[in-house]
């Protein structure tokens, strides 16, 4: 027995030495590979000027003509995403889902006894403590009942943004009032868009082109309209808004994911993808006649693109690929879901309905992969016909 004991003991202290060791060969190997990838992003003589905006290092930023007290500023750096501790310990929720899975949780019929065991943990829960002062708690009480300022996101960076509300809505109106971009509807489409689409994925299910998993998995049960709310871009002079759109629990919402999922090898197939800043490193490494480094931004990426020809250049890659897609989906009906997706472009704001007028809708899941292969087709275009040749490009 004494043996056996004293066994285990060498077994153990072995595989805490090994373990050790592994982990700081792991610390060794990470710490080697920043080191490189600071050498290597560092390796040009030629320093950049650091470039700051004041405006987006400040964690609030008062646009409006209300004095802020300290614990309100307080409170709104802690962004708009923190989450205040509850009150008091909410078990309906908890109890709802865990019945879900009890017969899993405890097979033989144990059922009861695991219940009983939940409820009891969750009658002697403690209430977490608050993760605010009493001053903050009452200051985020004053500002959401403050009529005549609006809180918005900042559209690049953290910066919580403070503004009147007449001079939000009228940024925003501003935008929505320009006829090139935005149009006006009377009624929601949404339950006629529904009827079409399920009969759309009924016709592909029985054309064995969907399985019935996945067929069943397209349909949203209880679909909203696509709603439009708005980022502040204190990055600008003037400073202007972003309408940004959330498409989640919409007609296209689960169909659009699915395609995209599908699409993803085809934006990295370009020759210009760069997978992060070592792959850049490697590219750019050994260039022996370095020249100057041009930049383009297209301004409202989204909105610009067009569809007709984004579904050309999807086609057009389509057809190049060596390897299928891993979807059982033809081309025709990839093309065609596709083209139901991205003309979809209607959304709320407030109690208006609008409809966006050309270019790929914002907030699908499909218009960035959508966007990548139309500028990847475009690209090529554009570097076959060009009198010079880069000697690096990407796209980011």
Same mark, same amino acid.
């Given at each position: 027995?004494?043996?056996?004991?004293?066994?285990?003991?060498?077994?153990?202290?072995?595989?805490?030495?090994?373990?050790?060791?592994?982990?700081?060969?792991?610390?060794?190997?990470?710490?080697?590979?920043?080191?490189?990838?600071?050498?290597?992003?560092?390796?040009?003589?030629?320093?950049?000027? &650091?470039?700051?905006?004041?405006?987006?290092?400040?964690?609030?930023?008062?646009?409006? /003509?209300?004095?802020?007290?300290?614990?309100?500023? /307080?409170?709104?750096?802690?962004?708009?995403?923190?989450?205040?501790?509850?009150?008091?310990?909410?078990?309906?929720?908890?109890?709802?889902?865990?019945?879900?899975?009890?017969?899993?949780?405890?097979?033989?019929?144990?059922?009861?006894?695991?219940?009983?065991? !939940?409820?009891?943990?969750?009658?002697?829960?403690?209430?977490?403590?608050? /993760?605010?002062?009493?001053?903050?708690?009452?200051?985020?009480?004053?500002?959401?009942?403050?009529?005549?300022?609006?809180?918005?996101?900042?559209?690049?960076?953290?910066?919580?943004?403070?503004?009147?509300?007449?001079?939000?809505?009228?940024?925003?109106?501003?935008?929505?009032?320009?006829?090139?971009?935005?149009? %006006?509807?009377? @009624?929601?489409?949404?339950?006629?868009?529904?009827?079409?689409? &399920?009969?759309?994925?009924?016709?592909?299910?029985?054309?064995?082109?969907? $399985? @019935?998993?996945?067929?069943?998995?397209?349909?949203?049960?209880?679909?909203?309209?696509?709603?439009?709310?708005?980022?502040?871009?204190?990055?600008?002079?003037?400073? %202007?808004?972003?309408?940004?759109? $959330?498409?989640?629990?919409?007609?296209?919402?689960?169909?659009?994911?699915?395609?995209?999922?599908?699409?993803?090898?085809?934006?990295?197939?370009?020759?210009?993808?760069?997978?992060?800043?070592?792959?850049?490193?490697?590219?750019?490494?050994?260039?022996?006649?370095?020249?100057?480094? !041009?930049?383009?931004?297209?301004?409202?990426?989204?909105?610009?693109?067009?569809?007709?020809?984004?579904?050309?250049?999807?086609?057009?890659? !389509?057809?190049?690929?060596?390897?299928?897609? /891993?979807?059982?989906?033809?081309?025709?009906?990839?093309?065609?879901?596709?083209?139901? $997706?991205?003309?979809?472009?209607?959304?709320?704001?407030?109690?208006?309905?609008?409809?966006?007028?050309?270019?790929?809708?914002?907030?699908?899941?499909?218009?960035?992969?959508?966007?990548?292969?139309?500028?990847?087709?475009?690209?090529?275009?554009?570097?076959?016909?060009?009198?010079?040749?880069?000697? $690096?490009?990407?796209?980011?």
């Amino acid at each position: 027995m004494a043996d056996l004991l004293a066994e285990f003991e060498r077994d153990g202290k072995w595989l805490s030495s090994t373990k050790t060791t592994a982990n700081n060969k792991l610390d060794l190997s990470t710490k080697t590979g920043h080191v490189k990838k600071l050498h290597f992003l560092t390796a040009s003589p030629t320093k950049l000027k &650091k470039i700051t905006s004041p405006a987006t290092n400040n964690t609030v930023v008062n646009l409006s /003509n209300k004095q802020l007290s300290n614990q309100q500023v /307080n409170a709104l750096a802690k962004g708009l995403k923190f989450a205040l501790t509850p009150r008091r310990t909410t078990s309906d929720m908890f109890i709802t889902n865990i019945e879900k899975g009890l017969q899993q949780l405890a097979p033989g019929g144990k059922v009861d006894y695991l219940r009983h065991q !939940i409820c009891n943990i969750l009658y002697k829960a403690q209430p977490q403590k608050p /993760n605010i002062t009493p001053s903050e708690k009452q200051a985020i009480k004053q500002l959401r009942q403050d009529p005549d300022i609006v809180i918005a996101p900042a559209d690049i960076g953290k910066a919580t943004v403070v503004l009147d509300k007449d001079h939000f809505h009228t940024m925003v109106d501003n935008l929505l009032d320009d006829t090139a971009t935005y149009k %006006k509807i009377n @009624t929601d489409p949404t339950t006629k868009l529904n009827r079409q689409h &399920k009969s759309t994925l009924k016709i592909l299910h029985n054309k064995f082109e969907l $399985c @019935t998993d996945l067929y069943r998995k397209q349909s949203v049960s209880h679909p909203q309209p696509p709603y439009a709310r708005a980022t502040v871009k204190i990055h600008k002079n003037p400073v %202007k808004t972003r309408l940004l759109v $959330c498409s989640r629990d919409t007609v296209f919402y689960n169909t659009a994911q699915h395609l995209t999922q599908v699409l993803s090898p085809l934006g990295k197939s370009a020759n210009s993808f760069i997978n992060d800043s070592t792959d850049f490193c490697s590219k750019i490494r050994d260039i022996s006649n370095p020249g100057p480094i !041009i930049s383009y931004d297209v301004v409202d990426l989204f909105t610009n693109v067009p569809r007709e020809e984004a579904l050309q250049a999807l086609r057009h890659r !389509i057809d190049k690929l060596q390897q299928p897609l /891993n979807t059982s989906l033809s081309t025709d009906s990839i093309i065609s879901l596709t083209s139901t $997706c991205i003309n979809s472009t209607y959304f709320t704001w407030g109690d208006e309905i609008y409809e966006q007028i050309h270019g790929l809708p914002m907030g699908s899941p499909l218009s960035p992969i959508l966007t990548e292969i139309y500028m990847t087709v475009l690209e090529d275009k554009v570097l076959d016909t060009a009198p010079f040749k880069p000697t $690096c490009g990407s796209k980011s």
